[in-house]
């Protein structure tokens, strides 16, 4: 080993030196960048990394803020974003300064919203019409916290979702060593250091956080106020809950948005609204609830009470949000809260702070439903000042929304129009036929949409849901088609439940005038509401017969807007609803038919005509049954596919091995398989699927079909570039064929022979079809175009798979002309691709055997040519061509005749003798 010489004694002390040259001036650019943007804050201190200490909030730390829509994404047009914020503490060092410590922590950004639509979401399209934004950011931040002044100053960076990277000071206050309780609350900012003309810039973001760890209540001073200001008058009792489980059954109360009712004469914010900041003409209707902290032994909670005018989602707003602490009263069975609200966001951030807690409110679950109230919660909001001070308002009742059902254990709702009913509705003997069953009362079949028409066209759109089912309450909900989590799952059968199929049944029905709906001179029976919609909501009760499949009910409509709290005069009894639902399983042409109308007299001013509603019947057996053939057919399409890919594969090795034989494969044949692949593929056409394929998968929310359909095209697409190949090769060898002339003459005969065959045979269908069309079912003139427009395309189709099916046709009449001798066809192509066209047939006899319906995919692809008789004639016509085939390779074209053409000549090989 050869010593060091001078030169790389020199590169290595060079590097040693740069290196500390650069870890010192890192550290310098370090402490410079702080010192430039958080000296004022907190002084600069050289830390000590032996003694660790802990951060008095603990080391995880969530909360809200405002901004940041130019870094994390803007707010989506449909819902408003939940932006939380986490912060990380990841060390807590001493320093040389005493009661200033170093902090290295991570802050990240979130939006619950990774998207916003951008266009229309169509079925194939749904991901492209979205436009992708950062669902977080993530910054890691170092600086030091002083314990005295309760400030927290930290520089850093962070990185978004292109690789941008942005330089930031972050910005604390409030951090102190103390016990967290309502008052405590952590305001920032998060700034960015760059200049307002680089892309990195952004404007500040506001931090809002409300530590969780060591609550401390203490608020008990208001509970006796709060439950002697609450008023009991014309509130159902409520129920209790279990003091060993108060957190967990607190939970379904707590989280969730609540509608806002006021009193009549509540037109505007003033003295009605809780939030006296904004617009003074825009008044609340949606109440968020969210749970910060609860406690099982005391039985308290800590909340977040947000304001809104509409949304689907709440997002944090301080101006429009309250903090609160509630107590279970366990003798009253409610929960009593007092809020209070964020103060000082007029000022800074910095001076945001908790205060002004004269807000009340009360919440209880009802025991007891009825058809004028049936609302899982409900509750009041108030204000302790008197009328006149600032912070007034009027007090408000909040209820759960229609759309939301909570499961609570207890609930009994009692019927009150059932008499009526029996009177307006008696019930009629069934039918003795054992063959008609309809829908169960227990499945989602009784829940369904619905249009309104009156006497003229259709008006309104609308849908009814069973609330109560005899003494059983029914949950649903309406971002589930079907419910799996709900009793429709899981059938209950009341104790009380009629052996005879008659029950007891209330339900919820809402109609919604559509946009251009008008009502014309007709006596009004839709209220404006708050939202300028005009729609008529009805709480309904009465009986339905599960052997009959009829539905009536005495309804009660709401007279005034939903956000008015209900009097006496508001609701109308006086409605009769009725439904009649078609037999199981329910036909193409089944539909729920309905009414709804007034008891009343012509003159009463609450008279309203007549209203007709209809649903189309798509009942959860047949959607089961559809479910499962689908799945039998796409397999099967996949298959026999793939089979024809094998089959062409062996027909080209085929031709390889025997080139000779390649000049007879007829060209007509090659042409006729290629195009049958090709359409589909270049007109996209849906021939591997049923017409109706759309209507069923988006009434079923198979999504998964567009994954299969994706699957059936490559391998057809496979099918056709192996069909193609063979087409190529086919015309190869006749361009080098020296009787190339004499081929063709006998190709363009069978072109000349089975041309007006096809075209005539095309005709009688396309004219018996449109006679049945004429004297079958009824198209109405409006839209009888468009029905014969459609019609001649699912007749090219449905013919197109006849043609198919006959596809060694042209080959037997080639074979005939030319008088052809030997095994152009390989018998695994021309037997195995008749079998591939033949079993499309056989399980459409076995499925018309199996399900009661009879229709199938392949049924409604090639309609009049898959009946019984079809399926037996066709079948056997291709066997029929497949012997046909194999004869005349065996013995001669002619073989199948008892005469020779005149003309014909054959075709042999010529042997060449070479000499020896």
Known sequence: MEPPTISSFLLTSLFLFTTITLNTFSSYASQLTYTDHCASVVLYSNPNESKFKLFPH????????????????????????????????????????????????????????????????????????????????????????????????????????????????????????????????????????????????????????????????????????????????????????????????????????????????????????????????????????????????????????????????????????????????????????????????????????????????SLRFPKIWSIEDASSIVGQIWSNKTEGDLGYFKRMVLRTPQDRRIEISGIKYEYSQLDKVRKMCPRQEPLKNKGIRYPDIYSPDMRFDMSVRNSKRRIAWGYSVPLVVNDQIQLWDFDETFPSNSTYAHPFISTNSSSSGFYNVSYKISINLLPNGKLGEEKPMLNTTTNATETMNVSAEGFYDAEAGSLCMVGCRYLGSKNQIPTTNSVDCEVIVKFQFPPLPAENNGYIKGSIESMRGNSDPLYFKRLDMTSAAFYTAEATQILRKIDMEVIMILVCTTLACVFVGLQL???????????????????????????????????????????????????????????????????????????????????????????????????????????????????????????????????????????????????????????????????????????????????????????????DLFESLVYVDGSSLYEDEIADYYSTVCDIIIPLVSLMFAVIIYLQQRFGGCSILSWRIKGIEKYEKVSVVTEG
């Open 58 to 361: 603990g080391q995880f730390q969530a909360g809200y803020y405002l901004g940041g829509d130019t870094i994390v994404g803007a707010d989506s047009i449909r819902t408003l974003r939940q932006k939380q914020v986490t912060l990380r503490v990841k060390s807590v060092y001493e320093t040389d300064v005493l009661g200033i410590l170093n902090i290295g922590a991570t802050l990240i950004l979130r939006s619950a919203s990774s998207y916003y639509r951008v266009g229309n979401s169509t079925r194939g399209s749904r991901l492209k019409n979205h436009k992708r934004f950062p669902s977080s950011m993530t910054f890691r931040l170092d600086g030091f916290w002083s314990e005295s002044s309760g400030k927290l100053c930290m520089v850093g960076t962070g990185s978004g979702y292109n690789m941008q990277r942005f330089e930031v000071v972050f910005k604390l206050y409030n951090v102190v060593n103390s016990r967290n309780t309502i008052s405590t609350l952590l305001t920032g900012s998060l700034e960015s250091l760059s200049s307002e003309h680089e892309v990195s810039y952004f404007e500040p973001i506001s931090i809002f956080i409300l530590p969780r760890m060591d609550y401390e209540y203490t608020l008990n001073n208001y509970t006796k106020e709060a439950k002697n200001e609450y008023s009991d008058e014309g509130l159902v009792p409520g129920l209790s809950i279990n003091p060993g489980g108060f957190c967990s059954n607190i939970f379904s109360m707590i989280n969730g948005k609540f509608d806002l009712q006021y009193n009549r004469d509540c037109n505007s914010a003033k003295n009605c609204s809780p939030i006296n900041r904004g617009d003074a003409n825009q008044l609340p209707y949606i109440v968020s609830l969210r749970e910060l902290v609860c406690s099982d032994v005391k039985q308290k909670v800590r909340v977040l009470i947000g304001f809104r005018n509409s949304g689907a989602r709440w997002s944090f707003n301080p101006n429009a949000t309250f903090v609160g602490e509630g107590w279970w009263d366990e003798k009253n069975n409610q929960l009593y809260i007092v809020a209070c609200h964020f103060l000082g966001m007029e000022e800074s951030v910095a001076s945001v702070h908790v205060g002004d807690c004269s807000t009340r409110m």
């Open 653 to 843: 090795y085929h031709v390889r091995r025997n080139p000779d034989m390649l000049p007879l494969v007829s060209f007509v044949m090659l042409l006729i398989l290629t195009l049958g692949n090709m359409i589909p593929l270049v007109l996209n056409f849906e021939a591997l699927f049923a017409q109706n394929h759309d209507k069923k998968s988006a009434s079923l929310g198979n999504e998964w079909l567009e994954v299969n359909e994706i699957a059936v095209r490559l391998v057809v697409m496979v099918a056709f570039l192996l069909q193609l190949r063979l087409l190529q090769v086919t015309w190869s060898s006749r361009k080098a064929d020296i009787k190339q002339k004499d081929l063709w003459i006998a190709e363009m005969k069978v072109f000349y022979v089975i041309f007006p065959l096809y075209a005539a045979g095309f005709l009688i269908a396309l004219l018996v079809h449109q006679n049945n069309i004429l004297h079958g079912e009824m198209v109405s003139s409006s839209s009888l175009l468009d029905h014969q427009q459609h019609s001649y395309w699912e007749d090219l189709k449905s013919y197109s798979g006849l043609v198919l099916d006959g596809f060694l046709l042209p080959q037997i009449l080639f074979n005939l002309f030319w008088n052809s001798k030997g095994n152009a066809l390989s018998f695994s192509f021309y037997f195995g691709i008749s079998l591939v066209r033949l079993l499309p047939h056989a399980y």
